[in-house]
């Protein structure tokens, strides 16, 4: 079949026009969903500075009891993708911390889920210790301490911060809290909350140990 020289100016004509008009819609939507993004990633960030709600974040704090003083030590602190790799565990953390209350700070986990969800955690601050456990296997002198791992995410006052936190605090501190019914020096005065805390995971291990992973580090 032959085809008239107009008839294929024609068809490259119109065949240019719908590639141009392709090329156009798409510029215009990556255009757009360039400024929704920045416009929707800047309005989120606004919301958190404003309400002082990280959710997006896990910090790995150390709790530790020291001449009748408690202080409050970061390990690290993470993105919650960087934490938990799956975007279903996300889901679950995000669900449980809904949920939390002055009451009831510590992330009330389904239980067939707490192991999995904790052992992201551990994963992530284990590396944090390798150096220690490297010098036990050396067969270098070390002193070993056992931690206890659990999640939280406390309710506090509009002006703190909240996020979700990780919390070590040695085991046998926490099997015998000494501070069940008294307040240790505080290095900061709103650290009353968390001696709140630690008290409900004190009672909380003796009910419900599996909200608990242990953590051996060796100095």
């Keep these: 079949m032959l085809f008239a020289a107009d008839d294929v100016e024609g068809f490259l004509s119109d065949s240019g026009k719908k590639i ?5 819609v798409s510029v215009l939507t990556s255009l757009a969903a360039f400024v929704f993004g920045r416009y929707y ?3 989120k960030a606004r919301r958190e500075w404003e309400s002082k709600e990280f959710l997006n974040r896990v910090i790995i704090s150390l709790n530790i009891f020291h001449d009748g003083t408690l202080k409050i030590r970061t390990v690290l602190e993470r993105s919650i993708e ?3 790799l799956n975007p279903i565990a996300i889901e679950k953390i995000q669900a449980a911390v809904s949920l939390c209350t002055p009451d009831h700070p510590i992330l009330p986990i389904p239980k067939a889920d707490r192991w999995y969800l904790l052992n992201f ?3 992530a601050v284990a590396e944090h210790f390798v150096a220690g ?4 296997d050396a067969g270098q002198p070390v002193t070993t301490l056992r931690y206890a791992l659990f999640l939280t995410c406390e309710v506090v ?3 703190r911060i909240r996020k979700v936190r990780a919390m070590l605090v040695r085991r046998d501190v926490l099997d015998d809290f000494p ?3 008294s307040m240790p020096t505080l290095e900061n005065p709103w650290h009353e909350d968390r001696i709140k805390t630690l008290r409900r995971a004190s009672a909380l291990l003796k009910t419900e ?3 608990f992973l242990m953590l051996e580090t060796c100095v």
């Design 157 to 159: 006052g509009d002006e």
């Design 209 to 211: 140990p599996d909200h």
């Design 82 to 84: 960087d934490v938990f």
């Design 121 to 123: 955690v551990l994963n």
């Design 20 to 24: 141009a008009v392709t090329i156009v």
């Design 179 to 181: 501070y069940s019914d």
């Design 133 to 136: 456990q490297l010098k036990l």
């Design 41 to 43: 990633g800047r309005w």
